[in-house]
């Protein structure tokens, strides 16, 4: 029940939400329940994951001869 | 003779009359032209000349009005005066003593910010029903400010303070000046066509009405309103309001308030999803104590021979769901510290492995491993597996006893 790889942060906080809601409402069988628990778990872990990241670097939105828009890391001393 | 006919006046005197005729004639108006050799004295009195092309007036402002300026006078500066014309007897020199100078430039600057204030609020740019929700959880903030100043740098550390995750990308910009403006729309607008942002902060930090100017363009005012990407602006300080603030999804009284608002912190973060598993684990916790007391009721109440295998499939289940309750949260643990270790401390308490740690111990048949919950399963004779904390026991039944309590029997269960 390992949540979906490109899987957004909000989307797993969302999904986790429902459940720990049905998990509340205990209207849920046992079995059920705990695959449920289960995926909730590895949501968890997912976004405490993605709490510990930490980007630091700052980008800088540019276009090139074409036109064409990218980011790329701006320099330090920039201007 | 004239010369002596006439009434001769002292210097003085003659002074004095001018000095009542001007100072009744000329107090409590306007005058306009254009600042010259502006001085501020040691004093804190502020001495200037205003001029146009044919005429010159000193103006003097005194310490105390001059402490209520709303603005720095410079040489060159076309302002409106308010005073009173004085003479200065010593000199014979008349001046204007002045209450209030009003830049005339700022003057036109705020007539036009209130025109265009008018001409799109009618339009409907600042309608609350057409303003965007912000996004929660944000992974790109576009920032189009300038690459230099404070208040890039205060919404770079508070984003990367509140949620280190965040992907932050900058459009350079001009902030003031001729063709600000410009490069400001065309910065969100570029965001828009790029895609890739979530959330746009759109500002600058304080300055001068004709600093803050670009922000008051209706250029910025369009691009802002036609953003797809939701914009925070943050122009100035508290007291500045620009159009862009009215047209943006939310107006933010800080470039540090805007960072604030855009991205969530992450230790509440943190806390509320230590909370979400907090619950979950409870609730599951919870269901299999209920599930248990099913199982138990059947076998201490009615001993219901035939459904007896029923009952032990379920009683292992149990134990099946008590592990993977267990692994969930130390799978949780080994990710996380703090607030998470004392979650997992406390259901590590209701897991079975602990309970075997306080000295219980569970008994399955051997071969077999059903979990032996009743006297009666098993005869002298029948080989019994007895689970210890730490390990395992192999061993014959020797006698069978009637129980004490039959209660006693089922808590091995747990």
Redesign the interface.
């Known amino acids: 029940m390992a949540p979906k790889k490109r899987m957004s942060f909000a989307e797993a906080v969302d999904r986790l939400e429902s459940i720990v809601n049905q998990l509340d409402q205990g209207e849920v069988p046992l079995e059920e329940s705990f695959i449920l628990f289960e995926e909730g778990v590895e949501l968890a872990k997912f976004c405490s994951a993605k709490l510990n990241e930490a980007e630091k670097k700052i980008e800088k939105l540019s276009k090139d001869g074409l036109g064409k828009l990218a980011a790329i890391p701006l320099e330090t001393d920039d201007e | 003779m004239a010369l002596i006919e006439d009434k001769i006046l002292s210097v003085t005197e003659l002074t004095r009359e001018i000095k009542l005729s001007l100072e009744n004639e000329y107090s409590s108006l306007w005058v306009e032209g254009e600042i010259s050799n502006f001085k501020r004295h040691t004093s804190g009195h502020l001495y200037f000349s205003i001029k146009d092309t044919n005429a010159s007036l000193r103006c003097v402002m005194w310490r105390g009005t001059a402490a209520y300026l709303q603005f720095e006078p410079e040489d060159g500066v076309k302002v409106r005066v308010f005073g009173d014309v004085t003479v200065y007897e010593k000199q014979g020199a008349y001046q204007l003593r002045a209450n209030r100078i009003v830049p005339l430039g700022v003057g036109h600057l705020e007539i036009a910010f209130r025109k265009l204030k008018e001409k799109l609020a009618a339009e409907g740019l600042f309608a609350e029903d057409i303003k965007q929700a912000l996004?929660?959880?944000p992974?790109t903030v576009?920032v189009v400010t300038s690459?230099?100043g404070a208040a890039v740098r205060d919404i770079?550390v508070t984003l990367?303070r509140r949620w280190?995750?965040?992907?932050?990308?900058?459009?350079?910009v001009a902030v003031q000046g001729a063709g600000a403006a410009e490069q400001i729309a065309a910065?969100i607008e570029?965001?828009n066509?790029?895609g890739?942002a979530d959330v746009l902060i759109v500002g600058r930090g304080g300055g001068s009405l004709e600093d803050l100017w670009p922000f008051n363009e209706e250029i910025v005012a369009r691009a802002v309103y036609n953003s797809d990407v939701p914009v925070v602006s943050a122009v100035g300080h508290e007291v500045d309001f620009s159009i862009c603030d009215f047209v943006a999804d939310l107006r933010a009284p800080t470039p540090t308030a805007a960072a604030e608002a855009v991205v969530p912190d992450?230790a509440q973060?943190?806390a509320g999803?230590a909370r979400?598993?907090k619950?979950?684990?409870v609730?599951?916790s919870?269901?299999?104590r209920r599930?248990r007391e099913v199982v138990r009721g059947f076998t201490t109440h009615y001993g219901l021979r035939r459904i007896a295998d029923v009952v032990f499939q379920k009683a292992q289940e149990i134990d099946d769901?008590e592990r993977?309750?267990y692994n969930?949260?130390r799978?949780?643990a080994s990710?996380?510290r703090g607030r998470v270790d004392r979650l997992t401390a406390q259901l590590t308490a209701l897991s079975p492995a602990r309970v075997l740690q306080r000295g219980y111990s569970m008994t399955r048949t051997y071969p077999g491993e059903r979990i032996i919950t009743n006297s009666g399963d098993v005869k002298p004779g029948t080989k019994i597996k007895t689970v210890l904390a730490d390990g395992e026991l192999l061993s014959t039944v020797e006698e069978i006893m009637p129980s004490v309590r039959e209660e006693t029997i089922n808590e091995q269960v747990t």
Do not use: H
């Not at chain 2, 280190?164 to 350079?172: D, K, Q």
């Open positions: 996004p929660r959880y992974e576009g690459p230099t770079i990367q280190p995750a965040v992907r932050i990308v900058l459009a350079p910065a570029d965001f066509r790029w890739k992450a973060v943190r999803i979400a598993v619950t979950m684990s609730r599951m919870e269901q299999v599930y769901f993977r309750l969930g949260i799978a949780m990710n996380r």
